[in-house]
């Protein structure tokens, strides 16, 4: 649950550095900054920080692509669209490496 929040989050704070203008906005941004990496560090209390690391910042790379393409009028090529593919490949990746860890682990 808290890998959800601070990838929404992550979103949050992404979108206020483009969109950001006044002290008061810059403030908020910060302050969304703040309370994401709060959440970040809560989740990885319960999960293995590697995973929790790849997946905020797979997200975030993702997120930012196509938040630029869909908001601010930046392109989305046949390029970008595999190298997401990567992102999304080494996350699930990280992710089963981890389970065959602790697989060993408890064996």
Request: glycine fraction near 12%.
């Amino acid at each position: 649950m808290y890998v959800v929040i601070t990838c929404l989050l992550e979103m949050v704070w992404v979108f206020g550095f483009r969109t950001a203008e006044s002290s008061w906005q810059w403030a908020l941004v910060v302050g969304v900054i703040f309370i994401d990496f709060y959440f970040l560090s809560k989740s990885c209390e319960q999960l293995p920080t590697g995973t929790v690391y790849a997946v905020f910042a797979g997200v975030g790379s993702i997120g930012t692509v196509l938040m630029d393409s869909f908001f601010f009028g930046g392109s989305l090529n046949v390029l970008t669209l595999i190298f997401i593919g990567l992102l999304v490949t080494g996350v699930v990746g990280l992710k089963l490496a981890d389970n065959k860890g602790e697989e060993r682990m408890h064996a």
